[in-house]
């Protein structure tokens, strides 16, 4: 089936310093979704593309539909503690109508 | 307030003995989903539901049941919980229509400790 990978698995940054995570597909996608989920909490939606090479800002975030299809990028700029958290992106085929997730990626802030 | 609820939020409970985790949204959405969520494994589906009376498999149904008899709620059901099975799980909604029809909301997670 497919498959979706993201990286980086984890990552340590400094606060303050820009952030950038990627998801990567050996198929198509229509659709990219990037979610977070806070600590003991359930994920929340992002930001939503629809389009390849749409780009898409958040407050602090920007994510971009890759122009293949079969990627997607999330940045965030200027981290802050609140950042923290695991960050998944997610993919929907109209081929198959199911959305994947990737594994996720854990952001941790040093102080 | 829109919300999608799960109950309980913490289980921990036997090997054998059978268990419901509820799930309710008040948002009038035709789509319920059910996750499981595992160190390093991330999100995977157990089943979905595209309406009332419609329900189907996810990457991982084996040793879990839902039904679908109203559209607000889409209960999980184990009916015989193994070790497994321990995890922390979440239920979505979403539209199944429109350009929103794949934006998910999730509810806060249920963490279920199989002895």
């Known amino acids: 089936g497919q498959q979706l990978n993201q990286s980086p698995q984890s990552m340590f940054i400094q606060e303050g310093e820009d952030v950038s995570m990627n998801c990567t597909s050996s198929?198509?996608?229509?659709?990219w979704l990037w979610y977070k989920q806070d600590p003991g909490e359930g994920p929340v939606l992002l930001i939503a593309?629809?389009?390849?090479?749409e780009l898409t800002s958040n407050g602090r975030l920007t994510a971009q539909f890759g122009i293949t299809r079969k990627d997607s990028f999330l940045n965030i700029s200027a981290s802050i503690p609140s950042d923290v958290g695991i960050y998944f992106c997610?993919?929907?085929?109209?081929?198959?109508?199911?959305?994947?997730f990737g594994k996720g990626t854990r952001l941790h802030i040093l102080p | 307030e829109a919300q999608v609820t799960q109950n309980p939020r913490y289980l921990i409970t036997v090997t054998g003995k059978k268990l419901t985790v509820t799930c309710s949204q008040n948002?009038?959405?035709?789509?319920m989903s059910w996750y499981r969520q595992d160190p390093g494994l991330g999100l995977r589906q157990i089943y979905y539901?595209?309406?009332?009376?419609?329900?189907d498999k996810g990457d991982v149904p084996e040793g879990y049941k839902v039904s679908r008899k109203e559209k607000r709620n889409f209960p999980l059901i184990l009916e015989s919980p193994s070790p497994n099975q321990t995890s922390l799980y979440f239920c979505?909604?979403?539209?199944?229509?429109?350009?929103?029809?794949?934006?998910?909301?999730f509810g806060p997670g249920t963490r279920l400790t199989v002895l």
């Open positions: 979505a909604s979403s539209l199944t229509s429109g350009r929103a029809k794949h934006e998910q909301f």
């Open positions: 198929s198509i996608f229509n659709t």
């Open positions: 593309l629809y389009k390849a090479g």
């Open positions: 997610a993919g929907h085929s109209n081929r198959d109508d199911k959305i994947i």
């Open positions: 948002m009038n959405h035709e789509y």
């Open positions: 539901s595209m309406n009332v009376e419609v329900t």
